[in-house]
Every structure is written in structure tokens, then in C-alpha cells.
Nanobody, 118 residues
Framework: QVHLEESGGGLVQAGGSLTLSCTVS????????TGWYRQAPGEQREMVAT???????KYGDSVKGRFTISRDNEKNTLYLQMNMLKPEDTAVYYC????????????WGQGTQVTVSS
């Protein structure tokens, strides 16, 4: 029913910034929790940042203080502002949702590649 699509990935030098966008096909406020996950080559998927419908945020320890999650309810769009990027941030970044607040992340985008060069 609900579809997510990421955009904004690319190649950036260490220390640089990048903003990712995720468009929601329906109303973003119908989704209890939205967020960003990432997966580096040969590594497990990890949580980057989450945002509840009540505007509570959570960040992974590795990105805390550098990344900011936000949304535009009028545009039904989720954002991830990434600053002070490091080579270890290189990964495919996925927009995702736990639509009912059950900790079951059932809705996923196709992913967008972020590569940080040293």
C-alpha cells in the first residue's frame, strides 16, 4: 500500500555534507515511526535515525551529533541531513517505516548509495 523512495545519495569527500530525501506515497503522518537504516558492503544493517509521529527522535551512536532526521508533513517527505561525513559512513541508505509502532519495520525503500572518500 505505502511506498517509499529515497534520493540524494552520491559521492562526497570526508568532512562534507549530504542530504537524503524519502518520499512517501501516502500520508507520512499515517506512519507511526519512520527512519533511516544503512548497510555497508559485507556488514549488517544498522539503524541510523528514527522519528515518531509524536516527533521523538533517536540516533545511532555512530552518527549522533552529525546527522539530523526531520520530515515535511505537507510534502510527505522524510529527510536525513548528514554532516561531517566519514569514510565509514559509506553504505546504502534505506528509508523505512514501522507503520503501527510495533517495532516491525515492514515498509522499505529501494536504497540510495552514499560514498565518502578519504
Amino acid at each position: 500500500q505505502v511506498h517509499l523512495e529515497e534520493s540524494g545519495g552520491g559521492l562526497v569527500q570526508a568532512g562534507g555534507s549530504l542530504t537524503l530525501s524519502c518520499t512517501v506515497s501516502g500520508r507520512i503522518l499515517d506512519l507511526s515511526v519512520t527512519g533511516w537504516y544503512r548497510q555497508a558492503p559485507g556488514e549488517q544493517r544498522e539503524m541510523v535515525a528514527t522519528l515518531t509521529v509524536g516527533e521523538t527522535t533517536k540516533y545511532g551512536d555512530s552518527v549522533k551529533g552529525r546527522f539530523t532526521i526531520s520530515r515535511d508533513n505537507e510534502k510527505n517527505t522524510l529527510y536525513l541531513q548528514m554532516n561531517m561525513l566519514k569514510p565509514e559512513d559509506t553504505a546504502v541508505y534505506y528509508c523505512a517505516s514501522d507503520p503501527n509502532g510495533t517495532h516491525r519495520w515492514n515498509v522499505w525503500g529501494q536504497g540510495t548509495q552514499v560514498t565518502v572518500s578519504s
